[in-house]
């Protein structure tokens, strides 16, 4: 049988950064507080992904008797600008549907165990972020999230992969821990635009910017739209701001050629206005947690982001978007925009489409209609 010393070596062969055990236990504090918080996990159990059953490795590998956590850095090169500030860097370079990046990692390490008489699964329901912690890779943050111990400059840019096995190896020692300095005036929760983080580590998730751009279900509501700034699908603003990832930001990087090379299709005007082959082949693929049936959700985002850019070159294609558009959401979100850019050609094309408008456009064509004679 393989040693410990022995998966560790592999793992960091493979390109994985850092790599800790623990033991296949319960998740039972984990579980108290999902279970003191279930209305503000609901939605996830209606997706289909059961929270409570990933507390117990058992229930995903009846004969689990350890934990992997695999580290990887998602932040090692850098981004076009135009993406950095569009949406969060974990979906950049993400390939859960490409599967030609961290996918095969993946593959290649469980092949590897599966080679040596070891059965692993690797759920998405288990509680990945505690699970590292406890394994000894990470702190938590104020803001949730995990931080390095020892790679990518003890920064949060890293996504622990919990691997579930039916072999026993000797946990190490655990690091469940807040690791903030005490001199940081909880930057990231002062600085989290619609008020999401409620404390340090704790989330009102259905205020995230990240919930909300990709699975508000309906018109994001008026109070967050400006807020939301110019974010279209994720959210890094916590992670920008806090002083443990300064080390790491600080660095200069060499340009991600991959997301680069994409990042023509992701142009505003493109994503406003895409039709379901456009959406499929070119950007669902990198950014999928919106299926073909969120087209609107995408599409009413990026109104939301031009009319947080405050730039006139987009009132064109925000009357172009109330015009033609079929999507009330999506209309009503392209009229909020031009009213706040506002100016004498929003004034006129608004004037002209609350004359044949009604319900939820026409509400918002009156209101857009006030803020561009502010």
């Known amino acids: 049988m393989i040693s410990k010393d022995d998966i560790i070596e592999q793992a960091k062969r493979i390109g994985f950064d850092d790599i800790g055990f623990t033991t296949a236990d319960r998740f039972d504090k984990h579980g108290e507080i999902l279970a003191s918080r279930k209305s503000d996990y609901e ?37 076009p600008p135009s993406m950095e500030g569009h949406f969060g860097r974990c979906y950049l370079d993400d390939d859960r549907v490409t599967r030609d990046g961290l996918s095969k990692k993946v593959k290649a390490f469980r092949s590897y165990l599966r080679d040596n008489g070891i059965d692993s699964r690797v759920p998405f329901h288990l509680p990945h972020r505690v699970a590292a912690a406890r394994a000894g890779v990470g702190t938590f943050g104020k803001n949730c999230l995990l931080y390095a111990n020892r790679v990518a400059r003890k920064s949060s840019w890293v996504i622990p992969l919990a691997v579930v096995i039916d072999h026993e190896f000797s946990p190490d020692e655990s690091t469940i821990a807040l690791g903030c300095p005490d ?79 994409k990042a023509g ?55 172009r978007a109330v015009r033609e558009n079929t999507d009330e959401r999506v209309q009503g979100m392209a009229a909020w925009a031009l009213g706040r850019i506002g100016g004498a050609d929003a004034s006129a094309a608004l004037q002209e489409f609350e004359k044949q408008s009604q319900g939820l456009l026409k509400d918002e064509i009156l209101t857009a209609l006030q803020e561009c004679s502010v």
């Not at 997706?47 to 008797?65: F, S, V």
């Not at 919930?211 to 890094?236: A, H």
């Open 183 to 261: 001199w940081c005036r909880n930057a990231c929760i002062a600085a989290c635009p619609t008020k999401a983080l409620k404390g340090p580590c704790t989330i009102d998730p259905k205020r995230c910017i990240s919930y909300l751009s990709y699975f508000g279900p309906d018109i994001t509501p008026m109070e967050l739209r400006e807020p939301m700034g110019m974010y279209i699908y994720g959210c890094d603003r916590c992670q920008n701001v806090c002083p443990r990832n300064t080390p790491w930001m600080a660095q200069e990087l060499d340009m991600n050629p991959k997301v680069a090379l």
């Open 43 to 79: 939605w996830i159990s209606l997706m289909g992904l059961n929270l409570e059953e990933g507390i117990d490795p058992k229930k995903i590998l009846p004969t689990a008797k350890s934990i992997i956590v695999l580290l990887d850095v998602y932040f090692r090169e850098a981004f």
């Open 265 to 319: 299709d992701f142009d505003l005007s493109k994503l406003l206005h895409m039709d379901r082959e456009y959406f499929e082949g070119r950007i669902w693929p990198h950014m999928f947690y919106s299926g073909s049936e969120g087209i609107w959700r995408w599409q009413m985002n990026v109104a939301r982001v031009m009319g947080n850019s405050l730039d006139e070159k987009y009132i064109p294609d925000l009357i």
